[in-house]
């Protein structure tokens, strides 16, 4: 059974130990993942601002957000302004493009992406791709070649801005099947991979999941005859977590479950359909993210 494995980096923190943490254990099981770099200023913390809504504040509780990502993360940004993560950190980022891992942009200012994403406009979120872009191709020495949204916060417009970018692939949606998007009746050449599994913070704590079943509980998900694609984040998995998904990948290697980047998915499995990208709610995640729409036009000859 294939798993896509996708790593999001969201923070400083996460970069500086998560990162490497990560990096040893899949040296370890001889695992290659797809890891998506943030590379501008670290503003996490001004998620602390959203504690004024309820029902971000009920999210934070359940998850025990200031355990799972510190209390440094919740204030970066809030006090004084955030550090500029690929300034500090590009050796982390390099090395783990070294150590054989597929590296692809998450975002250059995480936070600012996911707050107003509503608003931005064309040319803000083309100069926004571009920035983390440039940043990235400066640390590779080459640009990287996939991408994916913070928070699954996708629209039209960044498809369209995407497609200004060489990137073979972006993962911006939850879905079922790889699958080219649809704008405007226009069919775009660049696939979506969208995740398929929920994260921990999606499924921790709700229907019986506990720290000690939760891997069960995880694998139980992944399908041998559908797309399996799993996204972790170098803050939870990396740091907060890091045990328990060591025991995760003992669990998935023993069972045969083979890890791999999201760009091997896409070389095996040639997108067949095309869909429109549309809005979602998804249990245990705030707001809307964005989705593979329904009625995926079958296509023959991809
Ligand atoms: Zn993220």
Known sequence: MQVGLRIDVDTFRGTKYGVPNLCRVFADHSIKATFFFCVGPDNMGRHLWRLLRPAFLWKMLR??????????ILLRGTLWPGPIIEERLADIIRSTADAGHEVGLHAWDHHAWQAHIDTMTAETIYQSLNRGVEMLTQVLGRPPTCSAVPGWKCNDLVLKEKAKFPFHYNSDCRGESIFRPVVEGRELTQPQIPVTLPTYDEMIRQDGVTEDNYNDRLLALCAA??????????????????????????????????????GTLLQEGKPTSCAAVIRKEIRGREGWVANQGPGAIEKQGY
Request: charged share 25%; proline share 2%; with cysteine.
């Open 225 to 262: 005859d559908r797309l399996n694609v799993l996204t972790i984040h170098a803050e939870v998995e990396g740091i907060a977590c890091k045990e328990m998904f060591a025991r995760f990948l003992e669990k998935a290697v023993s069972s045969r479950v083979c890890l791999m980047p999201l």
């Open 63 to 72: 998850t025990k957000a200031a355990s799972l990502y510190g209390w440094d």
